[in-house]
């Protein structure tokens, strides 16, 4: 699918699939749908139409969220931006999110700052639990496997324990530009940088030297 096919930008940031199969496109003007029979539609909203949409997500109950360039949240569906708001009103710019695998509307989110916060869709800062992250800032990534959420910067990453610590990763070889995370069915961790390139996190066989 391209402009030609009627995508409003043929630059592709980001994609989510509700429960019904309809893949949502975020581009940098805006967010399509792909429906089931293979066709292309466009979401038309005064809120995201010029927006850069740099991540899509689907929570636990089927619903897509997603955050703009400028730090704006919206929640989206085939009828259209179901629900919308700005940085200033919710107390914080948000620079990435993921959905609570478990718990349908709750979410966490990057920022900005040194913390991630978690909680209702778009509540305020002053309702959710905050997550410091210390040195880590600007939160460019976050992800959740083998039972906690991962968290990155484009220098530094860390997890988040069970008694919601963010504990960094003291010796780490990649330090420059992590664009992203992810896991795969063994559990390991595989990071990507545009400048570095690929690491992947494999957890220690070993319990006792």
Not at 35 to 42: E, G, I, V, W, Y
Not at 135 to 140: Q, W
Request: glycine residues 10%; proline residues 3%.
């Amino acid at each position: 699918f391209t402009k030609k096919d009627g995508l409003s930008s043929n630059s592709i940031r980001t994609f989510a699939e509700d429960f019904r199969g309809n893949i949502f496109i975020g581009s940098t003007a805006g967010v399509a749908y792909v429906d089931a029979t293979m066709t292309l539609h466009n979401i038309d909203s005064d809120w995201i139409n010029n927006e850069r949409i740099l991540r899509l997500v689907t929570d636990a109950g089927g619903s897509v969220f997603g955050h703009t360039g400028s730090g704006n949240l919206f929640s989206v569906t085939t009828k259209g931006v179901s629900e919308y708001y700005t940085s200033s009103g919710l107390g914080m710019k948000v620079t990435t999110i993921y959905p609570d695998p478990e718990k349908p509307r709750k979410l966490y989110y990057g920022t900005n700052n040194n913390g991630v916060y978690y909680g209702r869709f778009g509540a305020p800062t002053n309702v959710l639990d905050k997550i410091d992250t210390g040195r880590t800032k600007n939160i460019h990534w976050l992800h959740y496997a083998c039972g906690r959420l991962w968290v990155s910067s484009s220098m530094a990453a860390g997890y988040v324990d069970e008694n919601m610590t963010y504990v960094p990763f003291d010796s780490f070889p990649m330090k420059d530009s992590i664009e992203m995370m992810t896991s795969d069915y063994q559990g390991n961790i595989w990071f990507a940088s545009s400048r570095a390139g690929v690491m992947k996190l494999v957890a220690d066989n070993f319990l006792d030297i």
